[in-house]
């Protein structure tokens, strides 16, 4: 069973920036696994930033941008605002199967 | 705008059938290539994939879930289903539905309770 890990929390200033990442048991992230990554606010549903490692859909706001470092996909978010604390989701694509990370809860204070 | 909408009983006996219906507006299930997902998330955690039904009829499913999970797809009616069955309590979630994805339902919570 594959496994998705992502760190469990991250604390970031206004205006500062952080890079979310997403590791995979399966080995190094790819873009063949077509890593995706999503927010989730309270009580809403999940709602995708980056589609295939990088691709943002139209209401992904530009300080978001996606990526592949060291062997992880990563998110990285420039300039922080108050509206982005939430929780953040990847899910990578492996053997016909989503796989979602555990999700990291991102603080900005 | 596409739209999806849960519907379904929010309490169901355990050792029974999880039936949930997506309905989709603004446009048609048999469009694109994008496929038709469910996705539970447990009061307070994690999102949890259970499968998918693509526009071929194709499925593929969490391989966790995978013996109890069904998905079809009824393209006259513009709606895709779940059954789960053999319910426990770990069952208990929201459900959502999606258009992988970029667009999700709302979610509908789902109990498993006697």
């Known amino acids: 069973q594959t496994v998705v890990t992502q760190e469990p929390s991250l604390t970031v200033s206004p205006g500062g920036t952080v890079t979310l990442t997403c590791a995979s048991s399966?080995?190094?992230?790819?873009?063949?696994?077509?890593p995706h990554w999503f927010h989730q606010k309270g009580g809403q549903a999940p709602r995708v930033l980056i589609y295939s490692t990088s691709k943002k859909v139209s209401w992904t706001p530009a300080r978001f941008s996606g990526s592949l470092l060291g062997g992880k996909a990563a998110l990285t978010l420039s300039g922080a605002q108050p509206e982005d604390e939430a929780a953040y989701y990847c899910?990578?694509?492996?053997?016909?199967?989503?796989?979602f990370g555990g999700g990291t809860r991102l603080t900005v204070l | 705008q596409l739209q999806l909408q849960e519907s379904g009983p929010g309490l169901v006996k355990p050792s029974q059938t999880l039936s949930l219906t997506c309905t989709i507006s603004?446009?048609?299930?048999?469009?694109?290539?994008?496929?038709w997902g469910w996705i539970r998330q447990p009061a307070g955690k994690g999102l949890e994939w259970i499968g998918h039904i693509c526009p071929s009829g194709s499925t593929d499913y969490n391989p966790s879930l995978k013996s109890r999970v069904t998905i079809s797809l009824d393209t006259s009616k513009n709606r895709f289903s779940l059954n789960l069955n053999s319910v426990t309590a770990a069952d208990t979630a929201v459900y959502y539905c999606?258009?992988?994805?970029?667009?999700w339902g709302q979610g509908t919570l789902v109990t498993v309770s006697s």
């Open positions: 999606a258009k992988e994805w970029g667009y």
């Open positions: 399966t080995g190094a992230v790819t873009s063949d696994l077509l």
């Open positions: 899910s990578v694509y492996y053997r016909s199967a989503w796989v």
């Open positions: 603004g446009g048609s299930i048999s469009g694109g290539t994008d496929c």
